[in-house]
């Protein structure tokens, strides 16, 4: 089961978004629960983190969709969000908030399947998997998909998450042998980055999570390279 949001202050593109998602779902055999929302304000109040993807509205009368997913953000960093406009210019402006996609109005039934194929697709991917981690007096288990990097420092393994660090017994090597080989890269001796964390890279620089970690010069093509292949990976 899927569940879909819907933000959209126009009745008949709302009704339009709800029929194309049940048509879509006829037609691939997925089952999709959806919950329309007027206004940005409406999705934001008490929101709650149980959404796989939100289809959002740009220009909203109270709370525009930009405005919107950006509080969504602080709250939930995993929903997709794909933006519904009329205006290319401001979807553009979607990588602040980390968006999958945009469609444009008038909207057909193929460009939009498309990027449900895609938001989906992503879904999938990130169908929790686990990694066993040994810690002072016991063992932890740690959701792969929530692991933003490791670090190494002082022989010990620090796993960064959203809202804690895991410090683990262990050696890079051994990160590196345990994680998808698609899905993290080490970009230097002390680091192992996963790229679907990553939200910036300058010079020999990457944000990862809101932090800088330097890539080496001998990793930087082949970061690159592993990066470039992961978005098209997940693109297609």
Do not use: W
């Amino acid at each position: 089961m899927y569940r879909i949001a819907v933000v959209e202050d126009d009745k008949t593109y709302a009704v339009q978004l709800k029929e194309y998602l049940a048509r879509y779902g006829e037609e691939t055999g997925h089952k999709i629960t959806v919950t329309v929302f007027q206004d940005g304000e409406d999705i934001v109040t008490d929101y709650s983190a149980d959404f796989d993807i939100i289809l959002m509205d740009v220009e909203m009368a109270f709370m525009d969709g930009m405005t919107a997913a950006e509080k969504i953000r602080e709250k939930d960093r995993e929903v997709i969000i794909i933006f519904i406009t009329n205006m290319p210019q401001y979807a553009i402006q979607g990588y602040r908030v980390d968006a999958l996609d945009y469609v444009l109005k008038p909207i057909s039934y193929f460009a939009f399947s498309q990027r449900i194929d895609r938001a989906l697709m992503r879904v999938k991917r990130k169908e929790t998997t686990y990694l066993t981690v040994a810690q002072k007096g016991g063992m932890r288990k740690l959701d792969v998909s929530k692991i933003s990097y490791v670090e190494v420092r002082d022989h010990l393994l620090i796993y960064h998450l959203p809202d804690e660090e895991i410090v683990a017994k262990g050696s890079m090597n051994d990160a590196e042998s345990a994680l998808d080989g698609r899905l993290f890269f080490r970009c230097n001796r002390c680091y192992l980055v996963n790229l679907e964390y990553v939200e910036d890279f300058r010079g020999n620089d990457v944000t990862v999570a809101g932090d800088l970690i330097q890539v080496s010069r001998s990793r930087k093509k082949p970061f690159l390279d592993a990066l470039n292949n992961y978005m098209n990976e997940v693109g297609n």
